[in-house]
């Protein structure tokens, strides 16, 4: 199917042909999806982005420098497991280009991984962690209840990972994940949202909302996990905290993950995710308090302007807790792997309404600082007020790219 894209763009001219040999450059971004990620950390340098999605291809060079390496490559590689036609492209224009660094925000990128392995010592891959990690847990519990065959985290290879905290390398150690080194910087995300709204003079509001509830549309998730009750976990978080809002008149909003870049049709998929769990009336109340997503920062916003998020296993959750605000993580499923990182206070799992009432009145009424000395919140983000993730990753690649 995809190759037939390919096909199908270059007939009608929308992927162009590059037939000049490529240039030299000391970085490459793998993966353009990255970009919004690093833009604030890549400002300044001069980078080759390569597209490994299909659909955002727009130019593919076909020069005969590629032609002749790629033919070489491919009667080297194409016997090894897990290689494809697509990842001897990549490797041969890195071979050609001999960047100093390969950068990538989509840390869980198997082909990142793959070519990591095959460059190791040649060429620095450094991975970016954007987002809570969970396809590690929840492809082991699908390998081992045999629900796919494919072994994700044998694949995994990372020479250097920025990554959120301590938990990223007790994981690894956990699962025996192939990385070198750990870099805990905290949340590049966060990081860029503090950037964007130090750059646009936006002044945040303390305690805007009383309680945000994260949106976490696990399409699907009891189908491909044959498990029962993950989706109606998030349903029942959903209805606990619109009754206790409801009962305890607090001012509330729903931060929505999906906006305009996404598509219309992801946003009303998220949409009919709720409908689907909640009543009518409960779904026109959370529809009614939703912030608006009109850009990439608008959960964010909601976020980290309340003053308790609720939610299970996103990653806003880590991201709030890194900046030392207060959070309440729910696991109404049967499904562990969607627990928590931290125990205690900010965690509560499989409980009845009485139970989670009661545990939210606290977080709320608590103050912040008893909150936070009763859990460990370093374990799951590193955060640091004075140099900021961004500055310390470009420290990183200077010291690359300029040695002493």
């Given at each position: 199917?995809?190759?037939?894209?390919?096909?199908?763009?270059?007939?009608?001219?929308?992927?162009?042909?590059?037939?000049?040999?490529?240039?030299?450059?000391?970085?490459?971004?793998?993966?353009?999806?990255?970009?919004?990620?690093?833009?604030?950390?890549?400002?300044?340098?001069?980078?080759?982005?390569?597209?490994?999605?299909?659909?955002?291809?727009?130019?593919?060079?076909?020069?005969?420098?590629?032609?002749?390496?790629?033919?070489?490559?491919?009667?080297?590689?194409?016997?090894?497991?897990?290689?494809?036609?697509?990842?001897?492209?990549?490797?041969?224009?890195?071979?050609?280009?001999?960047?100093?660094?390969?950068?990538?925000?989509?840390?869980?990128?198997?082909?990142?991984?793959?070519?990591?392995?095959?460059?190791?010592?040649?060429?620095?891959?450094?991975?970016?962690?954007?987002?809570?990690?969970?396809?590690?847990?929840?492809?082991?519990?699908?390998?081992?209840?045999?629900?796919?065959?494919?072994?994700?985290?044998?694949?995994?290879?990372?020479?250097?990972?920025?990554?959120?905290?301590?938990?990223?390398?007790?994981?690894?150690?956990?699962?025996?994940?192939?990385?070198?080194?750990?870099?805990?910087?905290?949340?590049?995300?966060?990081?860029?949202?503090?950037?964007?709204?130090?750059?646009?003079?936006?002044?945040?509001?303390?305690?805007?909302?009383?309680?945000?509830?994260?949106?976490?549309?696990?399409?699907?998730?009891?189908?491909?996990?044959?498990?029962?009750?993950?989706?109606?976990?998030?349903?029942?978080?959903?209805?606990?905290?619109?009754?206790?809002?409801?009962?305890?008149?607090?001012?509330?909003?729903?931060?929505?993950?999906?906006?305009?870049?996404?598509?219309?049709?992801?946003?009303?998929?998220?949409?009919?995710?709720?409908?689907?769990?909640?009543?009518?009336?409960?779904?026109?109340?959370?529809?009614?308090?939703?912030?608006?997503?009109?850009?990439?920062?608008?959960?964010?916003?909601?976020?980290?302007?309340?003053?308790?998020?609720?939610?299970?296993?996103?990653?806003?959750?880590?991201?709030?807790?890194?900046l030392r605000q207060k959070i309440l993580s729910c696991n109404f499923s049967d499904f562990e792997v969607l627990n928590f990182p931290l125990k205690g206070i900010c965690s509560i799992n499989s409980c009845n309404y009485k139970d989670f009432s009661f545990r939210l009145k606290n977080i709320l009424n608590e103050p912040s600082d008893i909150f936070f000395k009763e859990i460990n919140a370093k374990y799951v983000m590193e955060f640091d007020k004075d140099t900021s993730v961004i500055k310390k990753i470009?420290?990183?690649?200077?010291?690359?790219?300029?040695?002493?």
């Amino acid at each position: 199917m995809k190759y037939n894209f390919l096909l199908r763009e270059l007939l009608n001219k929308k992927i162009k042909l590059d037939f000049n040999n490529l240039k030299h450059y000391h970085i490459v971004v793998f993966d353009g999806i990255s970009l919004n990620d690093l833009k604030f950390i890549l400002d300044g340098y001069n980078y080759l982005v390569i597209e490994n999605r299909y659909y955002r291809v727009k130019k593919i060079n076909f020069s005969l420098q590629i032609i002749f390496y790629f033919i070489i490559n491919f009667l080297l590689l194409i016997r090894r497991k897990n290689i494809s036609i697509p990842l001897i492209y990549y490797y041969t224009v890195l071979k050609i280009i001999k960047p100093k660094i390969v950068i990538t925000s989509i840390h869980n990128s198997l082909q990142f991984h793959q070519l990591a392995l095959l460059l190791d010592n040649q060429i620095n891959f450094m991975a970016v962690q954007n987002a809570h990690w969970n396809d590690i847990e929840i492809n082991s519990y699908k390998e081992k209840n045999k629900i796919e065959k494919d072994k994700y985290n044998s694949q995994i290879f990372i020479p250097n990972f920025f990554c959120f905290g301590d938990y990223e390398e007790d994981l690894a150690k956990n699962f025996d994940l192939r990385i070198k080194n750990f870099f805990k910087y905290g949340s590049i995300r966060t990081a860029n949202y503090i950037r964007y709204i130090k750059d646009n003079n936006i002044k945040l509001v303390d305690n805007l909302y009383d309680v945000c509830l994260i949106s976490e549309p696990l399409f699907n998730f009891n189908k491909r996990l044959k498990k029962n009750f993950v989706e109606e976990g998030i349903g029942l978080l959903t209805k606990y905290t619109i009754r206790f809002v409801k009962e305890n008149n607090l001012k509330f909003v729903f931060a929505i993950k999906y906006g305009k870049l996404n598509g219309e049709h992801v946003i009303k998929k998220e949409l009919d995710f709720y409908k689907k769990i909640l009543t009518e009336e409960d779904f026109n109340y959370l529809l009614s308090n939703s912030n608006i997503k009109k850009n990439i920062y608008s959960s964010y916003d909601a976020v980290f302007q309340s003053k308790v998020a609720v939610g299970c296993h996103t990653t806003l959750l880590r991201d709030k807790i890194g900046l030392r605000q207060k959070i309440l993580s729910c696991n109404f499923s049967d499904f562990e792997v969607l627990n928590f990182p931290l125990k205690g206070i900010c965690s509560i799992n499989s409980c009845n309404y009485k139970d989670f009432s009661f545990r939210l009145k606290n977080i709320l009424n608590e103050p912040s600082d008893i909150f936070f000395k009763e859990i460990n919140a370093k374990y799951v983000m590193e955060f640091d007020k004075d140099t900021s993730v961004i500055k310390k990753i470009r420290n990183q690649i200077n010291t690359i790219l300029i040695p002493n």
